[in-house]
């Protein structure tokens, strides 16, 4: 089993309920697969490049503009890559004003490529990365359920991206409420902290 991490808290762990949430569930699984290759990408300290004016028209397939973007554009693949032979995809993140941090969507943009995660068909597009599973670690400062539920559109994004190139089982594995901090916040880590345990027994 080849795992990809894909971290996207600036936060320290001890900080971070998503981060305390996922490396619950890679210590589990590792527990369980000793022989799993876990790769792991920290967009918050591992260059994840923007795309920008230079580096777009280089991702979709014209000749880098100088040096620097063909050494982004090379980066990019590198990730590709790491995604593309990993089996299992764990993503740690907040919740930030209702949906996801900026380097986390960067490496969306990085992964979601025609021709290699998708492909576009005469009937639409169709998922390449088929095969795949996806675990999802969220914390939030809120709780999103009932009325609030819509306000969540980090959870929607990430499961329509995923589902888009081919990843349709997705696991989701909570810790609410953060905002309330005290008891509250460290009961809701505790509480997703033992269902991300009880998830890795089930890869």
């Known amino acids: 089993m080849k795992v990809l ?3 996207a808290n ?8 998503s981060l305390k949430v996922e490396q619950a569930f890679t210590a589990a699984l590792k527990q369980k697969h000793p022989e799993a290759q876990v790769l792991t990408i920290d967009v918050y300290k591992d260059e994840v490049p923007l795309l920008d004016a230079k580096l777009l ?4 397939g014209a000749p880098p503009a100088d ?15 790491q995604f593309l ?14 949906n996801a941090p900026p380097m ?6 990085t992964i979601l490529v025609a021709g290699q995660t998708f492909k576009y068909t005469a009937t639409g597009p169709v998922g390449l990365a088929t095969g795949k599973q996806a675990v999802l670690c969220i ?10 539920a ?3 559109t980090l959870t929607p994004m990430l499961k329509t991206q995923l589902g888009f190139i081919g990843i349709t089982d997705v696991t989701e594995l909570r810790a609410p409420g953060q905002g309330a901090g005290g008891e509250k916040a460290a009961a809701s880590t505790a509480a997703a902290v033992a269902q991300a345990r009880q998830a890795a027994a089930r890869f």
């Open 5 to 7: 991490r894909v971290l």
């Open 10 to 17: 600036p936060k320290t762990v001890e900080q971070s309920a």
């Open 57 to 60: 028209p280089a991702f979709f």
């Open 67 to 81: 040096a620097e973007t063909e050494r982004k554009r090379a980066r990019q693949k590198a990730i590709l890559d």
């Open 85 to 98: 032979a990993a089996d299992l995809l764990v993503i740690a993140t907040p919740m930030w004003n209702f």
């Open 104 to 109: 986390l969507k960067a490496f969306i943009d």
């Open 139 to 148: 914390a939030s400062g809120g709780v999103y359920e009932g009325a609030m």
């Open 150 to 152: 819509a306000y969540d």
